[in-house]
């Protein structure tokens, strides 16, 4: 099992700045990537921003240019930095850890975060 922690999120001025950090725990051995997701009310949860444990990247066409995202291995860590915040960035913003297929492929969700971009 894993145990993700998710912080950061809140409230946000249109065009600011957001950072959210989720830790790892439990059998961080199985994790292959960590990433964040989001899911704004009436839509389907779609992706933020990944990275492996290699350092590999990738993000979705909504946030590419506006985000950096980065994984700390040792304390398995991963943070997202966005900015240039638009309104539509609003959503409860979710952390991901996804398991070596070899381990037996599962992903890892934490609870939550909302983030609240304000025009």
């Known amino acids: 099992q894993v145990q993700l922690v998710e912080s950061g999120g809140g409230l946000v001025q249109s065009g600011g700045f957001l950072r959210l950090s989720c830790a790892a725990s439990?059998?961080?051995?199985?994790?292959?990537?960590m990433g964040w997701f989001r899911q704004a009310p009436g839509k389907q949860r779609e992706l933020v921003a990944t990275?492996?444990?290699?350092?590999?990247?990738n993000s979705s066409d909504s946030v590419k240019g506006r985000v950096t995202i980065s994984l700390d291995n040792a304390k398995n860590t991963v943070t997202l930095q966005m900015n240039g915040l638009k309104p539509e960035d609003t959503a409860v913003y979710y952390c991901?850890?996804?398991?070596?297929?070899?381990?037996?492929?599962?992903?890892?969700w934490g609870p939550g975060t909302q983030v609240t971009v304000s025009s």
């Open positions: 439990g059998s961080i051995f199985l994790i292959a990537a």
């Open positions: 990275v492996t444990r290699e350092g590999s990247t």
């Open positions: 991901n850890a996804g398991t070596y297929p070899t381990l037996g492929k599962r992903d890892y």
